[in-house]
């Protein structure tokens, strides 16, 4: 195994034990199988298990807290605590029915790819450092911005997540464009505007736009206020658009937004952490059209790119500004950063010290192929519409408030009164059989489903809407 593996000749190896802390060969392989097959076992009951499972503070704590641990303890006890107790009481974000806020329905290859990346105490700062999970990097980000449709000239680096990426596009937008007005819409996701107040944005150059039609950032709205924000001396900066709202899927207009940044000089910044992956497919393509005129581009892999958590991946069309905006050349940093056609990944975000996020993109884009992905984005995407036509069917009981949009489809009960949607949604979250969620959009409750899972079926899908008109009070 591993023959080619780089050893080096020492005349005694010092018999060093194989774990740090004391447990022998014998005891981590007989570990290491037993977490495979807890893992897998749950991967195959995951269907009969809740979608959702929380308890209280006291009863987890109870179990899983008490005084540290001063003597060694039983690791088979701890891990059947652990996968029994812990990792129960959680969204089951995998489960074909979690509907709620965004699945993370992860694949088998992925979590083996993560898995191998802390085997190894894999760490991805720097090239001379890390120069293997590097060029994993290196890779996956090319690959990812192929399969988005980007320019070739795209760079990128992974962080934990949207909320993450969105700061660092941020971060770039303002070291390349300099400070000014950001305009996004009261659809973006609410960790947008946080990211900028944390880099400082001051509060009058956050101008949150009400949408539009179809939840829509419109373009005469936003014109306007960049005429109007000119006019009062203020200087624009910064267009967020979302591909892919987290409410209902809504894409905005791309295109005119990509002319208006063009003519304007402004930072045209996508957020497609739920929505970009349907790009991945022809009708997806055509939805997010104009996101590949994007100067940055963020999605999340722990969504609809089937990774475990966590992964974001930011994207920046213009070479080098990533490294504008976060390199560093400290004295004791400059042995590892050298090589021509390197990239230092500590040097295109706030993460220095950093695992490799990039593993387990690489191992499940060779293990499935993109064709393998293809097809799970585009499940994902006729889920929706099939719930649509389901609901549609039905309008003695149902109301569509949003069509399927790239996965996402609200809806409401016909002539729904207030509390109602919520109190569905919790008695059969509570049940266990699905996870569903209420939303308000612009002050009309609806209830929501999120479809990306490609193993969700006709059946559960049919089987989810009829538990929640069961579940309507009164
Ligand atoms: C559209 C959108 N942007 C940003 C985020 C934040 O991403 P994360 O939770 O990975 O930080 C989310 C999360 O659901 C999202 O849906």
């Not at 996004?184 to 001051?202: E, F, K, N, Y």
């Not at 992956?277 to 997806?284: C, D, H």
């Not at 004791?332 to 230092?344: E, H, P, S």
């Amino acid at each position: 195994m591993l023959e080619s593996y780089p050893k080096i000749e020492v005349e005694d190896p010092f018999g060093v034990p194989p774990d740090t802390l004391g447990l022998s060969a014998d005891e981590m392989r007989r570990l290491g199988y037993r977490v495979v097959d807890l893992v897998v076992d749950r991967a195959m009951r995951r269907n009969q298990e809740h979608a959702i499972l929380e308890a209280s503070p006291a009863e987890l704590l109870a179990r899983l807290g008490g005084p540290l641990p001063e003597e060694p303890g039983d690791p088979d006890a701890a891990l059947e605590l652990m996968a029994e107790v812990a990792l129960s009481h959680q969204q089951h974000g995998d489960h074909p029915r979690y509907f709620a806020r965004v699945p993370g329905p992860a694949s088998f290859a992925a979590i083996l790819g993560e898995w191998m990346g802390t085997g190894f105490n894999t760490i991805a700062a720097s090239w001379g450092g890390g120069s293997g999970p590097a060029a994993v990097e290196m890779t996956v980000c090319r690959w990812i911005a192929e399969l988005l449709g980007m320019p070739p000239e795209t760079e990128g680096v992974l962080v934990s997540g949207g909320s993450l990426g969105n700061l660092t596009a941020f971060a770039v937008a303002r070291s390349e464009n300099g400070p000014g007005v950001a305009y996004l819409t009261d659809q973006t996701h609410s960790s947008l505007p946080r990211d900028l107040r944390a880099l400082g944005w001051a509060e009058e150059d956050i101008r949150i736009l009400p949408a539009g039609a179809g939840l829509r950032m419109d373009l005469a709205d936003l014109r306007a206020a960049i005429a109007a924000d000119k006019a009062a001396g203020r200087r624009p900066a910064l267009v967020i658009a979302t591909a892919g709202s987290t409410n209902t899927g809504a894409v905005d207009p791309l295109e005119g937004i990509a002319d208006l940044c063009r003519d304007e000089g402004l930072w045209f910044h996508v957020d497609g952490a739920y929505g970009g992956p349907a790009a991945l497919v022809p009708e997806g393509r055509a939805a997010l059209a104009g996101m590949e005129r994007a100067d940055s581009v963020v999605l999340d892999p722990h969504k609809w790119l089937f990774q475990p958590y966590d992964v974001g991946v930011c994207l920046v069309t213009r070479p080098a500004a990533l490294e504008r905006a976060f390199a560093m050349h400290p004295e004791y940093l400059k042995d590892v950063q050298a090589t021509t056609g390197a990239v230092n990944f500590g040097n295109r975000s706030l993460e220095l010290t950093r695992r490799s996020r990039a593993l387990k993109l690489w191992m499940s884009l060779r293990t499935y192929g993109a064709k393998r992905f293809r097809e799970a984005v585009r499940a994902g995407i006729r889920t929706a519409e099939l719930a649509e036509r389901l609901l549609r069917a039905d309008p003695a009981t149902w109301e569509v408030v949003t069509p399927a949009q790239i996965g996402i489809v609200c809806f409401a009960f016909r002539g729904a009164k207030p509390g109602e949607h919520a109190a569905a949604a919790k008695a059969v979250s509570d049940s266990g059989f699905a996870c569903v969620t209420s939303t308000s959009l612009q002050g009309q409750s609806a209830l929501r489903l999120c479809t990306i899972n490609p193993l969700t079926t006709e059946a559960d899908i049919a089987e989810t809407l009829r538990r929640l008109a069961a579940a309507r009070p009164g």
